[in-house]
């Protein structure tokens, strides 16, 4: 089946730095990716939607210049908390779009901590 | 704009016993598709059924089933035989017929009893 391999699955960075994330679609390509957080006890929060080959769709309220998404090629997806503060911790997943209205698949998650 | 609404937080059942979980949507549009996605606590997004709205026959998955009503816009998941695997958080998710992206709701978590 359709796998999406989301790494790192953890990170601690320190405030002021960047931190990337990669999903990666392992068999199949996505031409639409999906950037979601999640806080502790939550519903999965869309960030935007990332589509190859052109600029990220940005939900209202995420800072595009903080999460900067990158999906240069059919198979990768990248986000950059950029300037990470502690109130960017979080759990951020990924998923991409299968074809058809057969719904989507995720990545594993990543719990990022900034100190 | 679509909402999906979970007004069950919690939901705690007894091992090999059945439950329902329930989830409300509001939407305009005629055509769309519904899931129930299960996050354990390894926090993984996994598939648990989904639901075409053109179809009148409630989709089923071994022990998951749904009871979809579209004009009342209901879509209740209901688990028999209830797992101690089962335990998680559940989410609804609306998606519309442009196939853009997902709406999902607040989540119930469940509890299973041994």
């Known amino acids: 089946g359709a796998v999406v391999s989301q790494h790192p699955s953890r990170v601690i960075c320190k405030s002021g730095t960047s931190v990337k994330i990669e999903c990666r679609s392992l068999?199949?390509?996505?031409?639409?990716m999906f950037w979601y957080r999640q806080f502790p006890k939550k519903s999965l929060m869309l960030m935007a939607t990332s589509n190859e080959g052109s600029k990220a769709t940005y939900e209202q309220g995420v800072e595009k210049d903080k999460f900067l998404i990158n999906h240069a090629s059919l198979t990768l997806s990248t986000l950059t908390v950029t300037s990470a503060h502690p109130e960017d911790s979080s759990f951020y997943i990924c998923?991409?779009?299968?074809?058809?209205?057969?719904?989507?698949?995720f990545g594993s998650g990543t719990r990022l901590t900034v100190v | 704009a679509q909402t999906v609404t979970q007004s069950q937080p919690e939901m705690s059942v007894q091992e090999a016993e059945t439950v329902t979980l329930s989830c409300t949507y509001d939407t305009s549009e005629s055509d769309y598709y519904l899931f129930w996605y299960k996050q354990p606590p390894s926090r993984q997004m996994i598939l648990v059924i989904r639901?075409?709205?053109?179809?009148?026959q409630n989709a089923t998955e071994n022990r998951f089933s749904v009871n979809f009503q579209k004009a009342a816009k209901s879509f209740s998941l209901k688990i028999s035989d209830s797992q101690l695997g089962d335990a998680a958080m559940y989410f609804c998710?609306?998606?519309?017929?442009?196939?853009?992206?997902?709406?999902f709701g607040t989540g119930t978590r469940l509890a299973v009893r041994p």
């Open positions: 639901q075409e709205a053109y179809k009148q």
């Open positions: 998923s991409a779009a299968l074809d058809g209205p057969y719904g989507y698949t």
């Open positions: 068999d199949f390509q996505a031409t639409t």
């Open positions: 998710a609306y998606l519309g017929s442009s196939g853009d992206k997902l709406t």
